[in-house]
Protein backbone atom coordinates (compact mmCIF):
# COMPACT_ATOMS: atom_id res chain seq x y z
CA UNK A 1 0.00 0.00 0.00
CA UNK A 2 1.38 3.39 -0.96
CA UNK A 3 2.43 5.63 1.60
CA UNK A 4 0.45 8.99 1.34
CA UNK A 5 2.74 10.95 4.27
CA UNK A 6 5.70 9.71 2.79
CA UNK A 7 7.46 13.19 1.29
CA UNK A 8 8.01 13.72 -2.60
CA UNK A 9 11.63 13.79 -3.83
CA UNK A 10 13.28 16.99 -4.39
CA UNK A 11 16.72 17.20 -6.25
CA UNK A 12 18.33 20.37 -6.16
CA UNK A 13 21.41 21.29 -8.42
CA UNK A 14 22.98 24.64 -7.73
CA UNK A 15 26.37 26.69 -7.14
CA UNK A 16 27.89 29.70 -8.97
CA UNK A 17 28.07 30.79 -12.46
CA UNK A 18 29.96 28.61 -14.84
CA UNK A 19 30.74 25.92 -12.61
CA UNK A 20 29.29 23.14 -14.76
CA UNK A 21 25.81 22.44 -13.72
CA UNK A 22 24.05 22.36 -16.94
CA UNK A 23 25.80 19.17 -18.49
CA UNK A 24 25.66 17.50 -14.59
CA UNK A 25 21.91 17.69 -14.09
CA UNK A 26 21.27 16.06 -17.38
CA UNK A 27 23.59 13.12 -16.48
CA UNK A 28 22.05 12.76 -13.10
CA UNK A 29 18.68 13.08 -14.58
CA UNK A 30 19.28 10.39 -16.64
CA UNK A 31 20.29 8.43 -13.54
CA UNK A 32 17.00 9.03 -11.81
CA UNK A 33 14.80 8.98 -14.21
CA UNK A 34 14.28 13.09 -13.29
CA UNK A 35 13.16 16.33 -15.16
CA UNK A 36 14.81 19.61 -14.88
CA UNK A 37 13.48 22.81 -13.63
CA UNK A 38 15.56 25.70 -14.37
CA UNK A 39 16.21 28.52 -11.55
CA UNK A 40 17.42 30.46 -13.75
CA UNK A 41 16.32 34.00 -13.56
CA UNK A 42 17.25 34.68 -16.98
CA UNK A 43 16.79 31.30 -19.35
CA UNK A 44 12.74 31.94 -18.71
CA UNK A 45 13.36 34.59 -21.50
CA UNK A 46 12.67 33.70 -25.21
CA UNK A 47 15.49 35.49 -27.36
CA UNK A 48 18.04 36.01 -24.71
CA UNK A 49 20.36 32.78 -24.89
CA UNK A 50 23.63 33.76 -25.35
CA UNK A 51 23.67 36.09 -22.19
CA UNK A 52 21.74 33.36 -20.05
CA UNK A 53 23.99 30.80 -21.31
CA UNK A 54 21.09 28.68 -22.11
CA UNK A 55 20.97 25.30 -22.78
CA UNK A 56 20.36 24.05 -26.16
CA UNK A 57 17.36 21.26 -27.54
CA UNK A 58 20.05 19.77 -28.98
CA UNK A 59 22.38 19.09 -25.64
CA UNK A 60 19.25 18.49 -23.11
CA UNK A 61 19.44 14.62 -24.57
CA UNK A 62 15.77 14.01 -24.47
CA UNK A 63 15.41 14.96 -20.90
CA UNK A 64 12.47 17.31 -20.59
CA UNK A 65 13.25 20.88 -19.54
CA UNK A 66 11.02 23.50 -17.56
CA UNK A 67 11.06 27.26 -16.99
CA UNK A 68 13.17 28.01 -20.13
CA UNK A 69 11.42 30.01 -23.38
CA UNK A 70 8.30 30.64 -21.55
CA UNK A 71 8.20 34.69 -21.30
CA UNK A 72 8.80 37.53 -23.70
CA UNK A 73 11.60 39.47 -22.89
CA UNK A 74 9.55 42.35 -21.86
CA UNK A 75 7.53 40.81 -18.90
CA UNK A 76 8.52 40.74 -15.41
CA UNK A 77 9.65 37.58 -13.41
CA UNK A 78 10.38 37.53 -9.69
CA UNK A 79 10.41 35.21 -7.14
CA UNK A 80 6.76 34.76 -6.44
CA UNK A 81 6.04 34.45 -9.83
CA UNK A 82 9.03 31.06 -10.38
CA UNK A 83 7.34 29.68 -7.01
CA UNK A 84 3.89 29.40 -8.99
CA UNK A 85 5.50 28.04 -12.15
CA UNK A 86 7.92 25.81 -10.55
CA UNK A 87 5.22 24.67 -8.51
CA UNK A 88 2.60 23.74 -11.50
CA UNK A 89 5.98 21.58 -12.81
CA UNK A 90 6.19 20.01 -10.48
CA UNK A 91 2.82 18.16 -10.33
CA UNK A 92 3.59 17.35 -13.60
CA UNK A 93 6.26 15.85 -13.22
CA UNK A 94 5.34 13.96 -9.67
CA UNK A 95 2.24 12.54 -11.85
CA UNK A 96 4.52 11.70 -15.15
CA UNK A 97 6.50 9.85 -11.55
CA UNK A 98 9.80 11.34 -11.97
CA UNK A 99 11.89 12.89 -9.84
CA UNK A 100 11.90 16.94 -10.17
CA UNK A 101 16.04 18.16 -10.46
CA UNK A 102 15.50 21.82 -9.50
CA UNK A 103 18.75 23.46 -11.40
CA UNK A 104 20.49 27.23 -11.59
CA UNK A 105 21.91 29.67 -9.38
CA UNK A 106 19.42 31.88 -8.09
CA UNK A 107 19.51 31.04 -4.31
CA UNK A 108 16.43 32.79 -3.04
CA UNK A 109 14.17 30.93 -5.86
CA UNK A 110 15.70 27.75 -4.36
CA UNK A 111 14.67 28.51 -1.14
CA UNK A 112 11.48 29.87 -1.81
CA UNK A 113 10.29 26.46 -3.42
CA UNK A 114 12.04 24.17 -1.07
CA UNK A 115 10.60 25.65 1.85
CA UNK A 116 7.25 26.63 0.20
CA UNK A 117 7.41 30.24 1.32
CA UNK A 118 3.58 31.90 0.96
CA UNK A 119 3.60 34.45 -1.16
CA UNK A 120 -0.02 35.01 -1.15
CA UNK A 121 0.20 38.02 0.81
CA UNK A 122 2.13 40.00 -0.93
CA UNK A 123 0.00 43.00 -1.34
CA UNK A 124 1.01 45.82 -4.66
CA UNK A 125 2.68 48.42 -2.82
CA UNK A 126 3.56 50.19 -6.29
CA UNK A 127 3.13 53.88 -4.74
CA UNK A 128 6.36 53.39 -2.75
CA UNK A 129 7.91 51.16 -5.39
CA UNK A 130 7.51 53.92 -8.25
CA UNK A 131 9.22 56.38 -5.62
CA UNK A 132 12.20 54.42 -5.13
CA UNK A 133 12.60 53.90 -9.04
CA UNK A 134 12.38 57.54 -9.46
CA UNK A 135 14.94 57.94 -6.88
CA UNK A 136 16.97 55.76 -8.32
CA UNK A 137 16.96 57.77 -12.11
CA UNK A 138 17.39 60.60 -10.38
CA UNK A 139 20.11 60.20 -7.78
CA UNK A 140 21.43 56.92 -9.40
CA UNK A 141 21.70 53.21 -8.47
CA UNK A 142 24.61 53.51 -5.81
CA UNK A 143 22.26 56.33 -4.12
CA UNK A 144 19.88 53.81 -3.45
CA UNK A 145 22.26 50.54 -2.39
CA UNK A 146 23.78 53.08 0.17
CA UNK A 147 20.13 53.83 1.43
CA UNK A 148 19.75 49.87 1.94
CA UNK A 149 23.50 49.95 3.61
CA UNK A 150 22.04 52.18 6.11
CA UNK A 151 19.11 50.11 7.60
CA UNK A 152 20.15 46.14 6.06
CA UNK A 153 24.22 45.96 5.64
CA UNK A 154 23.31 42.08 5.24
CA UNK A 155 21.26 42.02 2.37
CA UNK A 156 23.19 45.28 1.23
CA UNK A 157 26.69 42.91 1.26
CA UNK A 158 24.53 40.23 -0.94
CA UNK A 159 22.38 42.57 -3.15
CA UNK A 160 24.55 44.28 -6.18
CA UNK A 161 24.00 47.91 -6.48
CA UNK A 162 22.77 46.90 -9.75
CA UNK A 163 20.53 45.05 -9.24
CA UNK A 164 17.50 47.43 -8.59
CA UNK A 165 14.93 45.51 -8.40
CA UNK A 166 16.04 43.31 -5.35
CA UNK A 167 17.54 46.89 -3.57
CA UNK A 168 13.83 48.34 -3.84
CA UNK A 169 12.37 45.36 -2.67
CA UNK A 170 14.51 45.24 0.50
CA UNK A 171 13.59 48.71 0.67
CA UNK A 172 10.19 48.84 0.01
CA UNK A 173 10.09 45.97 2.95
CA UNK A 174 11.73 47.92 5.29
CA UNK A 175 9.51 50.81 5.06
CA UNK A 176 6.38 48.35 5.30
CA UNK A 177 7.55 46.28 8.13
CA UNK A 178 10.52 47.90 9.98
CA UNK A 179 12.53 45.58 10.27
CA UNK A 180 14.79 44.04 7.45
CA UNK A 181 14.16 41.83 4.71
CA UNK A 182 17.51 39.61 6.19
CA UNK A 183 15.85 39.38 9.32
CA UNK A 184 12.52 37.98 7.35
CA UNK A 185 14.83 35.51 5.34
CA UNK A 186 16.77 34.07 8.25
CA UNK A 187 13.44 33.43 9.73
CA UNK A 188 12.01 31.76 6.56
CA UNK A 189 14.85 29.40 6.70
CA UNK A 190 14.22 27.91 9.48
CA UNK A 191 10.51 26.73 7.87
CA UNK A 192 10.78 22.70 7.27
CA UNK A 193 10.86 21.64 3.76
CA UNK A 194 7.42 19.36 2.90
CA UNK A 195 9.74 17.62 0.69
CA UNK A 196 12.19 15.08 1.02
CA UNK A 197 15.65 16.80 -0.51
CA UNK A 198 19.04 16.51 -1.64
CA UNK A 199 20.96 20.01 -1.91
CA UNK A 200 23.59 19.87 -3.80
CA UNK A 201 26.11 23.20 -4.14
CA UNK A 202 29.12 22.30 -6.80
CA UNK A 203 31.87 24.34 -6.40
CA UNK A 204 35.21 24.79 -7.41
CA UNK A 205 38.89 26.30 -6.47
CA UNK A 206 37.98 30.13 -6.78
CA UNK A 207 41.05 30.88 -9.34
CA UNK A 208 39.62 27.74 -12.14
CA UNK A 209 36.01 29.46 -11.47
CA UNK A 210 36.99 32.75 -12.09
CA UNK A 211 38.89 31.46 -15.33
CA UNK A 212 35.68 29.59 -16.73
CA UNK A 213 34.40 32.61 -16.32
CA UNK A 214 36.62 34.41 -18.48
CA UNK A 215 36.69 32.15 -20.97
CA UNK A 216 32.86 31.63 -20.85
CA UNK A 217 32.42 35.71 -21.51
CA UNK A 218 35.05 35.37 -24.51
CA UNK A 219 32.53 32.34 -25.91
CA UNK A 220 29.57 34.79 -26.16
CA UNK A 221 30.96 37.25 -27.42
CA UNK A 222 32.44 35.01 -30.07
CA UNK A 223 29.19 33.29 -30.22
CA UNK A 224 27.76 36.89 -31.53
CA UNK A 225 26.07 38.19 -27.64
CA UNK A 226 26.54 42.10 -29.08
CA UNK A 227 24.46 41.03 -31.88
CA UNK A 228 21.70 39.34 -29.73
CA UNK A 229 21.39 42.28 -27.93
CA UNK A 230 21.24 44.59 -30.70
CA UNK A 231 18.26 42.62 -31.68
CA UNK A 232 17.15 42.80 -28.70
CA UNK A 233 17.35 46.73 -28.58
CA UNK A 234 15.73 46.04 -31.68
CA UNK A 235 12.34 44.81 -30.42
CA UNK A 236 12.10 47.81 -27.73
CA UNK A 237 13.66 46.47 -24.70
CA UNK A 238 15.70 49.07 -22.68
CA UNK A 239 17.50 49.16 -19.67
CA UNK A 240 14.50 49.64 -17.49
CA UNK A 241 13.12 46.25 -18.19
CA UNK A 242 13.53 43.85 -15.61
CA UNK A 243 15.38 40.86 -18.34
CA UNK A 244 17.60 43.45 -19.32
CA UNK A 245 19.04 44.32 -15.94
CA UNK A 246 20.66 40.31 -16.26
CA UNK A 247 24.56 40.13 -16.62
CA UNK A 248 25.97 40.66 -19.70
CA UNK A 249 22.69 42.46 -20.84
CA UNK A 250 22.97 45.28 -18.92
CA UNK A 251 26.61 46.10 -19.92
CA UNK A 252 26.39 45.51 -23.79
CA UNK A 253 23.33 47.89 -24.23
CA UNK A 254 25.76 50.13 -22.72
CA UNK A 255 27.92 49.92 -25.78
CA UNK A 256 25.43 50.17 -27.60
CA UNK A 257 23.47 53.08 -26.18
CA UNK A 258 27.31 55.29 -26.80
CA UNK A 259 28.02 55.16 -22.72
CA UNK A 260 31.14 53.01 -23.17
CA UNK A 261 32.90 51.20 -25.46
CA UNK A 262 33.27 47.45 -25.94
CA UNK A 263 36.28 46.57 -24.03
CA UNK A 264 35.01 48.34 -21.41
CA UNK A 265 31.57 46.89 -21.11
CA UNK A 266 33.17 43.41 -21.46
CA UNK A 267 35.52 44.34 -18.48
CA UNK A 268 32.42 45.46 -16.56
CA UNK A 269 30.55 41.76 -17.72
CA UNK A 270 33.87 39.93 -16.45
CA UNK A 271 34.23 41.58 -13.37
CA UNK A 272 30.38 41.96 -11.99
CA UNK A 273 30.53 38.31 -12.94
CA UNK A 274 32.75 37.31 -10.34
CA UNK A 275 31.46 39.25 -7.84
CA UNK A 276 28.13 37.52 -8.49
CA UNK A 277 30.00 34.29 -7.94
CA UNK A 278 31.30 35.69 -4.78
CA UNK A 279 27.93 36.40 -3.43
CA UNK A 280 26.03 33.18 -4.89
CA UNK A 281 28.60 31.20 -2.74
CA UNK A 282 27.90 33.45 0.18
CA UNK A 283 23.98 33.18 -0.13
CA UNK A 284 24.66 28.83 -0.26
CA UNK A 285 27.32 29.01 2.96
CA UNK A 286 24.05 30.40 4.75
CA UNK A 287 21.51 27.64 3.65
CA UNK A 288 20.73 24.51 5.84
CA UNK A 289 21.14 20.84 5.02
CA UNK A 290 23.67 21.36 1.69
CA UNK A 291 25.65 18.61 0.28
CA UNK A 292 28.85 20.86 -0.86
CA UNK A 293 30.52 19.35 -3.97
CA UNK A 294 33.80 20.27 -4.73
CA UNK A 295 35.02 19.17 -7.98
CA UNK A 296 38.99 19.53 -6.62
CA UNK A 297 37.92 16.56 -4.64
CA UNK A 298 36.25 15.30 -6.96
CA UNK A 299 39.54 14.70 -9.40
CA UNK A 300 37.70 16.67 -11.35
CA UNK A 301 35.83 13.06 -12.63
CA UNK A 302 32.02 13.68 -13.15
CA UNK A 303 31.44 10.19 -13.17
CA UNK A 304 32.79 9.84 -9.48
CA UNK A 305 30.56 13.03 -8.81
CA UNK A 306 27.32 11.28 -10.37
CA UNK A 307 28.20 8.59 -8.30
CA UNK A 308 27.89 10.32 -5.23
CA UNK A 309 24.62 12.34 -5.76
CA UNK A 310 23.02 9.10 -7.20
CA UNK A 311 23.60 7.16 -4.16
CA UNK A 312 22.47 10.86 -1.91
CA UNK A 313 19.25 10.43 -3.79
CA UNK A 314 18.82 6.47 -3.09
CA UNK A 315 19.19 6.68 0.66
CA UNK A 316 16.16 9.20 0.22
Given at each position: ?19 G ?33 K ?43 H ?17 D??F ?101 LE????EE ?7 GC ?21 K???E??V ?5 D ?44
Amino acid sequence: MADYNKKRKLIILTGPTAVGKSALSIELAKRIDGEIVSADSMQVYKYMDIGSAKIREADMCGIPHHLINILMPWEEFHVARFKQLAAQALEGIYERGHIPVIVGGTGFYIQALLYDIDFSKEEDHSEIRKRLETEAAQYGAEYLHQCLAKVDQSSAKLIHPNNQKRVIRALEFWELNGYPISRHNEQQRQRKSPYSFCYFVLTDERSCLYEKIERRVDGMLEEGLVEEVKRLKDMGCHSQMVSMQGLGYKEILDHLDGKCTLEESVYRIKRDTRHFAKRQLTWFARERDVLWINKKDYHYCDLQILEYMESCVKAL
